[in-house]
């Protein structure tokens, strides 16, 4: 087993013991830079045409999403982010709180109904039905599908079973971790090994794709019959808007996406936009159950709001739930780090200098076409040198008063790496946002969260993607129990 699966924060380890910037010898003994360095970093995510995806992080991308949003670097990316940016939008997002409240609701009662008696605790695996839930949201709000899979009564829905198997089996943090250092095997030997769950990738796809071809024919057949792209429709998901920008006779034609790309953006949606939320509310409802105080305390404050069914504007109204969800997703960043590969020479900015193997100091690097470099998310989220002595503690109340150090943090949202920062950004935070809100208002005025399991048992995983196991159960995959009850007012 590779040592980051057997201890997911051994970097952070190195980086206390090290120094900011150091390299490291990876799977295959590829030489990776390290780098927490928020000089450093800023000039890495900017220059993104440099510092790109890896090649088989991209095909492995590509496998699944075709040639979406992330599977594609340089000007093809560019194109893609100025057709898509708008659908992603406040406004556009505003529009989509109804299925945000309306999939919460229907979560809530299917745990309602699970606890039965109203007196009594019941274990629940949150994660389950969060990564339910979370792919009906994309299916609705993505693109007015239905998956229908928080229906009880519901025949297990195929695309979701393909992705319990590719994101939660036991040995999926193996499997993702040879995947994506494949690059570093020599090429005649690299045929011989055979590429992890490569057949659960090609099924996905597959059915992926069939589904998407579907829904381009379908929606742009819906476009024609409502008047065109300028026409008012009354679609509001993100599929429909992306092709309606798409086919907006402003679009100079080679500014367009072309069919392959538009159909590359639904599974782009599912890798991208499911599992990460739906992990981000399970360690939420986690932290609520090992901090009681800070649940009575959201969850007095949910209840100030009047309706059942607030608007966004009312939602973001809530401090308490503001800094929460931004204290959950500092610590518990969905996406632990990402990789880049260099793909010419560059010289990299060090805000803090380090040492060569000589002992001499450095006060920036050279870097040579091919150097691996790893942006370390959670490492960055929780670095003590910028968040203080406590970066490691859960504290909600750290922001209404952040520490000045935070403000160099590269960052598309609330001083953290965790939507990362530049051109790559995440296309899909503000959606992720409004989902989160929704979901905590809805569970929160409706059920106690307790602790289901042993201090210490719940563990994440090495993977990248922050997923929660059970120690003493690791053979089950990612879960996260709860003990669920009915709230009593
Ligand atoms: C808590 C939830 C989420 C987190 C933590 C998250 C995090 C990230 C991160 C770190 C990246 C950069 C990946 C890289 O460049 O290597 C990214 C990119 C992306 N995310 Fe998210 N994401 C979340 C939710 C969503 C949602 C809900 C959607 C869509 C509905 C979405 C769509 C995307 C897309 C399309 C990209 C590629 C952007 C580009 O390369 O231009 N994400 N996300």
Known sequence: MHIFQKDPTVTRTWRNAFGATFQYKGLFNTRELYTADTVALEHIVKNNFIYQKRVVVMSSNNRLAGEGLLGVEGEAHKRQRRIMNPAFGTAQIRGLMEAFLEKSVELRDVWTQKIGDESKSTRIDVLDWLSKMTLDVIGQAGFDYQFDSLNPEGKPNEVHETFNKMFHAPNTASQSALRANLHSIPAPFRRLISIPARKTFDDARKKLFVL????????????????????????????????????????????????????????????????????????????????????????????????????????????????????????????????????????????????????????????????????????????????????????????????????????????????????????????????????????????????????????????????????????????MPLMVKAFQA
């Open 212 to 479: 998407g071809n579907q829904m381009l024919v379908d929606g742009k057949a819906a476009i024609n019959a409502a008047g065109g792209p300028k026409a008012v429709s009354g679609r509001r998901d993100l599929f429909s808007l992306i092709l309606r920008a798409n086919m907006s006779p402003e679009v100079p034609e080679d500014h367009r996406m072309s069919d392959n790309e538009v159909i590359g953006q639904i599974p782009t949606f599912f890798v991208a936009g499911h599992a990460t939320t739906s992990s981000a509310i399970s360690w939420a409802l986690y932290e609520l159950a090992i901090n009681p105080l800070v649940q009575i305390k959201l969850r007095e404050e949910l209840f100030t709001l009047q309706s059942d069914t607030p608007t966004l504007e009312e939602l973001n109204s809530l401090p308490y739930l503001d800094s929460f969800i931004r204290e959950n997703l500092r610590v518990h960043a969905p996406v632990s780090h990402v990789t880049r590969i260099a793909v010419a020479d560059d010289v990299i900015p060090l805000g803090t200098p380090c040492l060569d193997t000589h002992g001499q100091k450095l006060t920036s690097l050279l870097i040579k076409k091919g150097q691996m470099v790893r942006i370390p998310i959670v490492d960055v989220n929780t670095d003590r040198t910028l968040w203080g002595e406590d970066a490691l503690k859960f504290k909600p109340e750290r922001w209404e008063q952040l520490p000045k150090a935070v403000d160099a943090i590269p960052s598309v949202w609330g001083n953290m790496l965790t939507f990362l920062a530049g051109p790559h950004n995440c296309i899909g935070f503000r959606f992720s946002l409004a989902e989160q809100k929704a979901l905590l208002f809805v569970l929160l005025r409706a059920f106690v969260f307790e602790r289901a399991v042993a201090d210490g048992e719940i563990r994440r995983t090495g993977n990248g993607l922050h997923s929660p196991f059970v120690y003493s159960e690791r053979e089950k995959g990612s879960q």
